[in-house]
Each structure stands twice: as C-alpha cells, then as structure tokens.
C-alpha cells in the first residue's frame, strides 16, 4: 500500500515516522517552505517519548509534486482552511481507487473530499494522538493514542477498503479501530477541541495550567455544553457529565497535561492563522441553523479571531 501523507506538520510527522518505522510505504507532502527543505535534507528528527529517533521520508512541496506519484491512500493532515488548495494542488495523486482518510480536527469536510474522490473510497475518523513541533523537521512525540474510522460509502468493498486501512495504521502501531459509532467519538473530541484549543491559546497555557485555573471550569463545561447541545440536535446522544470528565482527562501532567494545543502552536509560537472557524466556529454556526443558543463558542471564536488579527498571523 502506497501510503502518501498530505500536510506533515507535527500529527502528519507522527504517523509517517511511526508507519516508515513499521515498514511502510510513505510520502509526505507540506506547503511549509521550511518543513520541505528541512526533512529533505535532514529527514525526521523527532523527540519520541524522551527518545532521538531518525527516519529518511521522501517529501514533497505540495505546488511540486512528482507527476509519477500515484496513492492507494492519502492521509489528511492539512489545516482546515487549507484543504481544499492541497486537495487540488495534489489531485494528480489520485486514481479511481485511491482511498482518502481524513483526520483532521473540526467536522464537516465531506463535500470538500466528494469533489476529489470517489464517495465509496472516504474514510473519516478522529484520533487521540498527540504531536508538537520543536522546529522543521523536528517534532515531539509523546504519550499513546487511537485512531477511529468508519468509511462513508455503504458498499461491501467500501467496508473491505476501510478495513485494509485500519489494518495498515495498526500495523504501524497507530491503535487503529474500525468504529461505527464515529460520529459520537468525533463530537467527544470536538468538545476536547472546542475547550482545549481555543482556551489555551487565548490565555497561553498548557493544557493542565488551565485545569488548575479553578474559575475556567465555568467556561469549560459552558464550551462542552452547547456543544452536547447541538450534537444530540444532530442525532448523535451524547451524555453531558461524561464528556466534562473525558475533557478533564486532558489536565492529567502525566499524560498528556503539559501539551500545548495545535491552535496554540499555530498562532502563539508560529504566528499563523487558526482552525477556530472549523471547530468552535462551526459549532456557533450549526447551533444558529439548528436555533440552538452557542453562546460561548461564539465568543471564543472572536476572540481567536481578535488575536490573529492584533498579532498580524498569517
């Protein structure tokens, strides 16, 4: 299985050195001028549980990718308000059997995904992974995770492709599953998002700094209770108090405690623009087509946006 990963930031680094290490077939693609030259050069020098490891990755610009390179399947990592720009500047990728599985944080990219590939061949998924970067072609990996994924075409060959790929990732020791209940777990993780992304990088904090901030429980369990709101407007039960225990999880300092989330990363340490529209920003926006009250996704999302803009991201 040709295995071409599409945005290799830190998550992206992860999954291409863990699937390299277990033998795997794979190509990274970036946009970042930086993180090309770096690994071309260097490969991938990552901090992995306190341990060097070095992998060789072929990898490619995104706006230069080799015409000769064909997929079986491409991972999504890109940010979210890029998606649809890699998506085109890498469709020469993929075939009519190229399988895509999208990780990425958020929800509602299917339609972005149908104008690329074939409605039978998309697999959506969530993980609970965990990556930073230290610097181009140096990421910090740490703790364990899962990957959960569930195809969206309702063929057989659908469900086969999807278990191939959940075969592939679990080799590679990814903790992948076959998960019909996805969209559950991918609103369990968007209350995880809503919370922790935003929050941390508006106050510039890590995520068990902010849990041992008592007075940000009240907005915490606000975020995660519209959020609630609007996935059972959507069909999907979800049971309020679980989901506050399942975010406290993360202030946990060992575990996973002492991360500072992508949002973070993204605008406090590299100046650029957020994801905040793809995940408290689509909570606001699904919350006033459904006539649900999301008051304190709206307001996170402006604040966000507020910080971009005085901080000139990019």
């Not at 050069?41 to 015409?67: L, R």
């Not at 002492?258 to 990363?265: D, N």
Request: aromatic share 8%; net charge negative; proline share 2%.
């Amino acid at each position: 299985m040709k295995i071409v990963i599409v945005g290799a930031g830190a998550m992206g680094c992860r999954f291409g050195l863990m699937l390299k290490k277990a033998g795997k077939d794979v190509t990274l693609i970036d946009s970042w001028d930086k993180q090309v030259e770096e690994i071309s050069k260097n490969g991938i020098n990552a901090n992995y549980n306190g341990e060097e490891v070095h992998v060789d990755i072929p990898i490619y610009h995104q706006k230069a990718v080799d015409p000769s390179l064909k997929a079986d399947l491409v991972i999504i990592f890109t940010k979210a308000m890029q998606l649809e720009q890699a998506l085109e500047d890498t469709k020469s990728i993929v075939t009519d059997s190229t399988q895509v599985l999208c990780l990425m944080n958020g929800i509602g990219y299917e339609d972005i995904l149908r104008k690329y590939f074939d409605g039978e061949h998309i697999i959506i998924g969530n993980t609970m992974w965990t990556a930073g970067l230290e610097g181009p072609g140096h990421p910090k990996l740490f703790g364990n995770g899962y990957v959960n994924m569930l195809n969206l075409g309702k063929s057989d060959k659908a469900v086969e492709g999807a278990q191939e790929v959940v075969k592939a990732l679990d080799e590679g020791g990814l903790n992948a599953i076959y998960e019909k209940g996805i969209f559950f777990l991918i609103y369990k993780k968007i209350c995880v998002n809503a919370t922790m992304n935003g929050l941390c990088t508006i106050l510039e904090a890590n995520m068990a700094d902010l849990g041992e901030a008592k007075a940000s429980d009240h907005i915490v369990r606000n975020i995660v209770s519209e959020v609630v709101d609007v996935a059972r407007a959507e069909g999907v039960e979800m049971n309020k108090e679980e989901m506050y225990q399942h975010v406290y999880e993360c202030y946990n300092r060992e575990t996973i405690g002492a991360h500072f989330p992508s949002m973070y990363q993204d605008l406090v340490k590299n100046n650029r623009l957020t994801e905040i529209d793809y995940i408290n920003g689509a909570i606001a926006a699904k919350g006033e087509k459904l006539g649900i009250p999301t008051p304190y996704n709206h307001f996170l999302t402006a604040l966000v946006h507020t910080k971009e803009q005085i901080l000139g991201a990019k």
